[in-house]
């Protein structure tokens, strides 16, 4: 399972930094990626992290302004979100793809496992 948490309200400009934590098996099997849902959108892609941490991929409009990071010895995956924007306003999730190489995509399709998603809300 993987439980999706930190989201919140935040002004523009602003930060906050989700967690993803996995249960009932090592995250360090797995391939995580972080997507959204905005209302009225499909879900797209934002983040995404090889098993190791060593591969990352990113959606175009969060370079640089988001980082994705693992700690495999605690389970979980993070998202830090700098200089945050309202069209970032969205539900986010974690999910997961078992793999054995550095293997990481932005094609939600390839992911297996979904936590439920965290409300990440930018408006001032």
């Known amino acids: 399972q993987l439980q999706a948490s930190g989201g919140g309200l935040v002004q523009p400009g602003g930060s906050l930094r989700l967690s993803c934590v996995g249960s009932g098996g090592p995250l360090s099997n797995y391939g995580m990626g972080w997507f959204r849902q905005a209302p009225g959108k499909e879900r797209e892609s934002v983040a995404t992290?090889?098993?190791?941490?060593?591969?990352?991929y990113y959606k175009e409009s969060v370079k640089g302004r988001f980082t994705i990071s693992r700690d495999n010895a605690k389970n979980t995956v993070f998202l830090q979100m700098n200089s945050l924007k309202p069209e970032d306003t969205a539900v986010y999730y974690c999910?997961?793809?078992?793999?054995?190489?550095?293997?990481?995509?932005?094609?939600?399709?390839?992911?297996?496992?979904w936590g439920r998603g965290t409300q990440v809300t930018v408006s001032a």
């Open positions: 992290i090889s098993r190791a941490g060593v591969r990352t």
């Open positions: 999910a997961a793809h078992p793999t054995v190489t550095g293997w990481t995509s932005l094609d939600e399709g390839q992911y297996d496992y």
